[in-house]
């Protein structure tokens, strides 16, 4: 997929050169970070491994204990994986002009913002609006789970 096409058909100007380099280092940097942090992980789990080996017998409990730690061990990977594949897809988003806009007004979204929070697709002020709404409509829901409750009782 050719990305600045697809710009050009949304009618979005490219982005400035400027905040591009900064997002794709923001991207980047995390990207190399949990590249990191995985192979560090991957590489514990297979030291673990092969330690047991050589320590031969463990009893049941022991063995089994590990096997937990192992499960978290590959679980925590698997969410960095996850992770990795959220920022590659920013990272063709940002080749397309459509990482760092926001969902809700368009406006670019700040880059400190972004630092903090790679895949925000809101900018500051429509999550804190989005906030305030999603908790007033868990407030009218309440409510209205109690008249319907309240209704139930008479009937
Ligand atoms: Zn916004």
Redesign the pocket.
């Known amino acids: 997929m050719s990305g600045h096409n697809v710009a050009r058909e949304q009618g979005r100007q490219a982005m400035d050169p400027h905040r591009y380099d900064e997002l794709k280092g923001i991207l980047e940097e995390r990207r190399r970070e949990i590249m990191s942090e995985v192979q560090g992980r991957m590489r514990d789990v297979r030291a673990e491994g092969a330690g047991s080996t050589v320590q031969g017998v463990l009893d049941a409990a022991e063995s089994s204990e590990l096997d937990i730690q192992d499960e978290i061990e590959f679980a925590l990977i698997q969410m960095k994986a996850e992770t990795l594949n959220k920022i590659d897809e920013a990272l063709r988003r940002l080749e397309e002009s459509t990482y760092g806009y926001?969902f809700?007004?368009g406006?670019e979204i700040n880059e400190k913002r972004l630092r903090a929070l790679p895949f925000a697709v809101?900018?500051k002020?429509?999550e804190e609006a989005r906030e305030v709404k999603v908790q007033r409509d868990r407030l009218m829901a309440q409510r209205r789970g109690a008249a319907s409750l309240f209704i139930d009782m008479q009937g």
């Open positions: 926001c809700e007004c406006e809101r900018c002020d429509c």
